[in-house]
């Protein structure tokens, strides 16, 4: 079965500053995708950024970037520039690629706060 | 397009009722599921549906029932609610095409309260 660990509960970061939240997974799979979602006091789940398996290269959204270790099963997000609107929960979520069935796992979350 | 709509925001349940959480989407997605999220441990996939007709259940699927009779709406059901059961639940929707991206859409969270 795959799973997601997240072993960071809470993490703090001083505003402009940089900070990256850890993510491993495991599967057998050679096909899949990874995930960050930004959960803000709202509750509202908000895509971050994604990352196909297959792709090598780094995926990058504006401030948000991944560092993605498939031999080590890791999947890290790093925040650069933070915004007090940064503050939120993050998860990293995996999904199957093949059966393609929309079905996430889901990491613990942790949670960002971030000093002004 | 409202995306994923979810009814009502707020419930609160006392021990043995039941109620069913509604869920709607407008964006013809195939896929729909649902989701209960507790402290300390994320996400949790309760059951989840890939077109009208068809459901399956996720990981946490005890005490709770669904259908799938269109592809707009996922209603889930409680028919016995129990103080376990006090969560926030997510429903969420995709598109069915292979090949892509699993990316979910998630509706705004029901918080339920069962006493």
Known sequence: AQTV???????????AETVTLSCTYDTSESDYYLFWYKQPPSRQMILVIRQEAYKQQNATENRFSVNF???AKSFSL???????GDAAMYFCAYSKGS?????????????LQVKP | ??????????????????????????MN??????????????????????????????????GYNVSRSTT??????????????????????SRGLAGISNEQFFGPGTRLTVL
């Open chain 1, 5 to 15: 660990t997240q072993s960071q509960p809470e993490m703090s970061v001083q505003e």
């Open chain 1, 69 to 71: 270790q498939k031999a």
């Open chain 1, 78 to 84: 790093k925040i650069s520039d933070s915004q007090l």
């Open chain 1, 99 to 111: 059966s393609n069935t929309g079905k996430l796992i889901f990491g613990q979350g942790t949670t």
């Open chain 2, 1 to 26: 397009n409202a995306g994923v709509t979810q009814t009502p925001k707020f419930q609160v349940l006392k021990t043995g009722q039941s109620m069913t959480l509604q869920c709607a989407q407008d």
């Open chain 2, 29 to 62: 997605h195939e896929y729909m599921s649902w989701y209960r999220q507790d402290p300390g441990m994320g996400l949790r996939l309760i059951h989840y549906s890939v077109g009208a007709g068809i459901t399956d259940q996720g990981e946490v699927p005890n």
């Open chain 2, 72 to 93: 707009e709406d996922f209603p889930l059901r409680l028919l016995s609610a129990a103080p376990s059961q006090t969560s926030v639940y997510f429903c969420a929707s």
